[in-house]
Nanobody, 125 residues
């Protein structure tokens, strides 16, 4: 599975941004995609993830109510709509995927086998 991420950039606090990630290869079975982020001086974390089958989602606490992850199965693409962004959301965002993801592991970075290139999101005035 190869992942190609798009989006990112500079946005003002309170603004919105949408990231997208297209996958190539098989996306059947217990396939899941998501986004991990690495902020300066902070531990990396899975921000949001979604399982292809059933559409179950995971959000880190800070993303709940602000971020929405969705998928287009036909396009093998996952989207992350980020609203009400704050400086704390500044990070490099990585698209991640795995084809044997169980629900209880969706928030664990180590469980994702495939990683795309990072895209920088900067929230600043």
């Amino acid at each position: 599975v190869q992942l190609q991420a798009f989006g990112g950039g500079l946005v003002q606090p309170g603004g919105s941004l949408r990231l997208s990630c297209a996958a190539s290869g098989r996306t059947d079975g217990s396939y899941a995609m998501g986004w991990s982020r690495q902020a300066p001086g902070k531990e990396s974390e899975i921000v949001a993830a979604i399982r292809w089958r059933g559409g179950s989602t995971y959000y880190t606490d800070s993303a709940k109510g602000r971020f929405t992850i969705s998928r287009d199965s036909a396009k093998k693409t996952v989207y992350l709509q980020m609203n009400n962004l704050g400086p704390e959301d500044t990070a490099v965002y990585y698209c991640v995927a795995d084809n044997a993801m169980i629900l209880s592991s969706m928030g664990m970075r180590s469980m994702y086998k495939y990683w795309g290139q990072g895209t920088l999101v900067t929230v600043s005035s």
